[in-house]
């Protein structure tokens, strides 16, 4: 359960199990500590979409190299 | 117990003067911050992120009585639901904003030298550090707008792998982040 903790900073965790970790979260303290830490990624990753792409018209590559 | 939550109990006629006032209290405590940070998200469209805001302090003025929290955790439940918000949006709208697709983070162009272009080059960074399965998770669910069931689909694994991943992923991009002077 701890491990969801990141998930749910990004917003990224299912809407079927926010609640439950919600309640997770009023009773672990360790998981609070680091949702106020991530809580600042969302913000750092958007600094991404000001990077203009090198190649826009290019066709997209694999992710994998 | 957070003052801003704690402190009302008892000075109420009604259960709705005492919503009402609750309601205005995160208001102010929140809701300027909140509403600048979700412009963003929003592609700065305000009536949208006014919107966001609003429902945003209804369902914490719903959660009030889990939330007895300190303001700093409060702030950071607050961006999440947020954020939440804003993405259902996005698929009820059914409008992808233009910067959904993220640049690929080995194709980015040279920086052009402002502040932001240079945070941005070092998040690139740490990113491009990471393990490939740690990169990957957070390319296929944060930048990509998709949730852990939805990436856990695409990328072929358990969704309880794909939250682990995250999970550390995350954890060693905050490292990186913080080795650069970034992160606090
Ligand atoms: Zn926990």
């Known amino acids: 359960m701890h491990e969801e903790v990141a998930a749910y900073a990004l917003g990224v965790l299912d809407e079927e199990d926010i609640e439950a970790f919600e309640r997770h979260l009023d009773g672990c303290e360790s998981c609070r500590r680091e949702l106020k830490e991530f809580a600042e990624v969302p913000g750092q990753l958007d600094e991404l979409k000001h990077l203009p792409s090198a190649s826009e018209d290019d066709p997209p590559r694999s992710m994998s190299r | ?184």
């Open chain 2, 1 to 184: 117990m957070c003052p801003v939550l704690s402190h009302l109990d008892g000075r109420f006629e009604s259960a709705d003067a005492e919503a009402e006032h609750r309601i205005a209290v995160l208001y102010q405590e929140f809701g300027g911050p909140l509403l600048r940070h979700i412009r963003k998200s929003t592609g700065n469209d305000l009536q949208w992120a006014e919107d966001v805001v609003q429902e945003t302090i209804v369902r914490a003025w719903r959660n009030s009585a889990r939330l007895q929290w300190e303001p700093s955790l409060i702030w950071a439940w607050l961006l999440t639901v947020a954020r939440r918000i804003v993405i259902d949006g996005r698929r009820r709208r059914s409008v992808r904003p233009h910067e959904v697709e993220p640049p690929e983070v080995d194709m980015l162009a040279v920086p052009d030298g402002s502040e932001r272009a240079l945070s941005a080059i070092v998040v690139a960074e740490a990113l491009r550090s990471l393990s490939e399965e740690h990169r990957e998770v957070i390319e296929q669910t944060y930048l990509r707008d998709r949730t852990i069931s939805e990436a856990a689909e695409i990328l072929g694994i358990p969704p309880g792998t794909v939250k682990s991943r995250l999970y550390y992923g995350i954890r060693a991009l905050r490292e990186h982040l913080r080795d650069k002077g970034v992160a606090g």
